[in-house]
C-alpha cells in the first residue's frame, strides 16, 4: 500500500514538499499558514539529509512532529526515526568493496537488502513539542533517546 492510499484510509491528505535548491526548500516550508502542517514526513533523500539542520530547526520551531529516516536526526534533536541502520549498510559496503579490491566482477556479487532497520524515539523532544508517546511505541523502540 502507497503512503497515500494508507493516509486515505485514516481520512488524512499528504501534500508532498518538493525542493532542490535550500531558498526552494525554506520557503516551501515557511509558506505555510499556521496549523495547515499537521505533521512531517522526510524522506531518505541526499539533498534532504544535507539540510538536516535546517529541517530540524524548521520543526522545533514550529513545534511539529516529524519522523525521519535515519537515527541520525533523531540525536540531533528530531523526534524520532525509523530507517535503515547505516552502520549496517556501511559494513556491507565494506565487505563489498573488499570483494570488489580482491578481483570479483560486480555482476557477481549477490544483491543485498537492509535488514535491520531502528527506530529511535526522543523524549527530550517530545516533551518540548508537548507529545506523549504510547507506553506501547516506547517499549518497541530500539533507542530512547532522553
Known amino acids: 500500500m502507497t503512503a497515500e ?8 491528505q499528504i501534500e508532498p514538499i518538493k525542493a532542490s535548491r535550500e531558498a526552494e526548500l525554506i520557503s516551501n516550508l515557511s509558506d505555510r499558514p499556521p496549523g495547515q502542517i499537521d505533521g512531517l514526513v522526510v524522506n ?3 539533498f534532504l539529509t544535507a539540510h538536516r539542520e535546517l529541517i ?6 514550529k513545534s511539529l512532529p516529524a519522523i525521519y529516516p535515519f537515527r541520525e536526526y533523531a540525536a540531533a534533536g528530531g523526534l524520532m ?6 552502520p549496517t549498510i556501511y559494513r556491507q559496503l565494506g565487505r563489498y568493496t573488499a570483494e570488489l579490491l580482491k578481483g570479483a566482477k560486480p555482476q557477481d556479487l549477490p ?3 537492509p535488514t535491520k532497520f531502528d527506530f529511535v524515539v526522543n523524549l527530550k523532544a517530545a516533551t518540548s513539542q508537548r507529545i506523549a508517546f504510547p507506553p506501547g511505541l516506547i517499549a518497541i523502540a530500539d533507542e530512547v533517546i532522553e
Open 5 to 12: 492510499g494508507a493516509a486515505r484510509q485514516l481520512g488524512l
Open 56 to 61: 530540524l530547526s524548521f520543526c522545533e520551531r
Open 111 to 113: 544483491v543485498a537488502q
Open 44 to 46: 531518505s533523500d541526499l
Open 81 to 86: 526515526s525509523y530507517g535503515v541502520s547505516l
